[in-house]
Nanobody, 125 residues
Framework: QVQLVESGGGLVQAGGSLRLSCVASGRTSSYYAMGWFRQAPGKEREFVAA????????YYDDSVKGRFTISRDNAKNTVYLQMNSLKPEDTAVYYC??????????????????WGQGTQVTVSS
C-alpha cells in the first residue's frame, strides 16, 4: 500500500502561482510514476502531468505545458506541481496518484493504483 497526501491548494488570482506537494509513504519503490490529475465540478477527472520516478522524465497535458512544472525530491518522497500563469479554467480539485511502472506514465486515471484525498485550487478572474 502507498499513501499519498497532497497540500498547497488555495485561492489565487488569475496570473498567479501555486505549488502543490504530494508526499508518498508506505511501500514506495524506485520504479513508479506519480501523476497529477484534476477534476472540475461536473467534469471528468483529467490528466495534468506525470513524472517517472526513476529518471525524472516529465510529461504534460497540452493545456498546462509551459505553465506547470512537475518535479520530485527523492529524499523526501515528494512530488511537486509548480503552477504559474494560472487561469480561471485551472480551477479544480487536484489529485496526485501513483502506480508502479518502468515505462511512460499513463494519462488515464483508471491506470493508477493509489490516490490522495485531493486539494482545491481556485483561480479567480
Amino acid at each position: 500500500q502507498v499513501q499519498l497526501v497532497e497540500s498547497g491548494g488555495g485561492l489565487v488570482q488569475a496570473g498567479g502561482s501555486l505549488r502543490l506537494s504530494c508526499v508518498a509513504s508506505g511501500r514506495t519503490s524506485s520504479y513508479y510514476a506519480m501523476g497529477w490529475f484534476r477534476q472540475a465540478p461536473g467534469k471528468e477527472r483529467e490528466f495534468v502531468a506525470a513524472i517517472r520516478w526513476s529518471d525524472g522524465s516529465a510529461y504534460y497535458d497540452d493545456s498546462v505545458k509551459g505553465r506547470f512544472t512537475i518535479s520530485r525530491d527523492n529524499a523526501k518522497n515528494t512530488v511537486y506541481l509548480q503552477m504559474n500563469s494560472l487561469k480561471p479554467e485551472d480551477t479544480a480539485v487536484y489529485y496526485c496518484a501513483s502506480r508502479p511502472t518502468h515505462f511512460v506514465p499513463p494519462r488515464w486515471p483508471r491506470e493508477y493504483d493509489y490516490w490522495g484525498q485531493g486539494t482545491q485550487v481556485t483561480v479567480s478572474s
